[in-house]
């Protein structure tokens, strides 16, 4: 997707353009939540173009691709000598992103004892340093993305209220590209396009019978997941027109998921643990979804970070993952 442009012709989220350019001139925090793959990271990327920090650094961090002992450098930054290989120091995510903005993605992965520090940062608007002897101002604009509701985090004490009030100042939703199944074509075509343009090859179009075939999906992978399908299409396509033999779906559902993994444990025999249970569901609804994490926590109703604890475990015991 380009930048500039968020393709659409549904009516909610051209009026949540709108507002996202209108809270794009405050310093208000950002909370932007949605499903994964319906733009989240592209709106952020649309207020800081909009906003009069424009000029200055976008820098983006998933919370949920870095593990929690590296996380807190990578966010705020360590001195030389803080811990056994530091032998420079190093600046922050914080520090690169001053004056300017950052995109704290997936915060709800964020470990909670690094969520009281992000709190001190936004309330103090200065970061320390691992290590480091005094604190280093910041002018950062906070926006931070969530595929998972965080009322119900903070219900749950995964996550801090009162973090969750600093960061909630201003609240976007991205709806499901199931919510807006008149902006499939569209993309469908622009996706076409742009393949097209960096294969350097003529525009193909779409048969009706493949525009009806996305048109019927429900798209647990929203737009992210319409990109790839039109991506493959366009390499199996030998035509000038992709016909219904080029679209590849995958046909997801997470009750029929948790159907397929549950059916595949028989129950308890002796000598069988419950971590052995346990291993069976994850590994057998990871390979269900072909490897894809995101899918597989979802259909299994537990975090990320959950899950990606869980892999680093077996890799540890020797199982490939």
């Known amino acids: 997707m380009e930048l500039d442009s968020i393709i659409t012709g549904d009516k909610k989220v051209l009026d949540l353009i709108q507002l996202a350019k209108t809270v794009a001139q405050s310093k208000a925090t950002v909370l932007i939540q949605g499903e994964s793959g319906t733009g989240k990271e592209l709106l952020a990327q649309l207020i800081h173009q909009n906003s009069t920090r424009s000029s200055r650094a976008f820098v983006a961090i998933n919370c949920a691709a870095i593990p929690?002992?590296?996380?807190?450098?990578?966010?705020?930054g360590y001195e030389r000598g803080a811990f056994t290989g530091a032998v420079n120091s190093k600046a922050g995510k914080f520090e690169f992103a001053n004056s300017g903005t950052i995109l704290l993605d997936e915060i709800s992965e964020m470990d909670i004892r690094l969520q009281a520090k992000l709190l001190r940062v936004i309330q103090e608007c200065e970061v320390d340093r691992i290590g480091g002897r005094k604190p280093i101002p910041v002018d950062v604009r906070i926006i931070a993305t969530t595929n998972r509701n965080l009322a119900e985090c903070v219900k749950a004490g995964t996550f801090r209220e009162d973090l969750y009030y600093r960061l909630n100042v201003v609240n976007l939703t991205l709806p499901a590209l199931r919510d807006r199944i008149g902006d499939v074509k569209l993309l469908a075509e622009h996706f076409l396009k742009t393949q097209c343009e960096q294969d350097k090859r003529p525009l193909v179009s779409m048969s009706?019978?493949?525009?009806?075939?996305?048109?019927?999906?429900?798209?647990?992978?929203n737009v992210r997941e319409l990109e790839h399908a039109i991506e493959r299409a366009m390499i199996t396509c030998q035509e000038a027109m992709i016909s219904e033999r080029d679209i590849q779906i995958e046909r997801y559902d997470t009750q029929t998921s948790r159907s397929i993994v549950a059916s595949q444990v028989q129950g308890w025999v002796p000598g069988r643990t419950l971590d052995d249970i346990e291993r069976t569901v994850i590994l057998e609804a990871l390979n269900y979804h072909q490897g894809n994490r995101t899918h597989t926590a979802k259909a299994l109703g537990i975090s990320i970070r959950t899950l990606r604890n869980k892999l680093a475990d077996y890799r540890g015991l020797g199982i490939r993952v």
């Open 68 to 76: 929690e002992n590296l996380l807190e450098s990578e966010l705020f």
């Open 208 to 221: 009706e019978g493949a525009a009806s075939l996305l048109g019927a999906h429900i798209w647990p992978g």
